[in-house]
């Protein structure tokens, strides 16, 4: 059982930055692949970045050049730098973990974005 913990979510200001952390239970250098997800009100969840075990990364298309996702494998932590946000921005935020050909999901983290 792989368990995740979500945090740095929070309000900001158009133009801002936040810093997403993801905390997995068991060595992160043994995931597949992690991956941030977010869910704004009313829309379907979607993908927003992701990172294999051998990192290379992929962005959805939207937060390319803004946002970077990374990991710490001695922390067991992956990270989502957000830079430049946007209103459009705002949902909660889930981190996943790809893990024996499962899946895992965080509770997570509410980011709002003001105009």
């Known amino acids: 059982q792989v368990q995740l913990v979500e945090s740095g979510g929070g309000l900001v200001q158009a133009g801002g930055s936040l810093r997403l952390s993801c905390v997995t239970s068991i060595n992160i250098a043994a995931m597949a692949a992690m991956s941030w997800y977010r869910q704004a009100p009313g829309k379907q969840r979607e993908l927003v970045a992701s990172?294999?075990?051998?990192?290379?990364?992929n962005y959805l298309d939207s937060v390319k050049g803004r946002f970077t996702i990374s990991k710490d494998n001695a922390k067991n932590t992956v990270y989502l730098q957000m830079d430049s946000l946007r209103p459009e921005d705002t949902g909660v935020y889930y981190c996943k973990a790809r893990y024996v050909l499962r899946d895992y999901w965080g509770q997570g983290t509410q980011v709002t974005v003001s105009s």
């Open positions: 990172i294999t075990s051998s990192a290379p990364t």
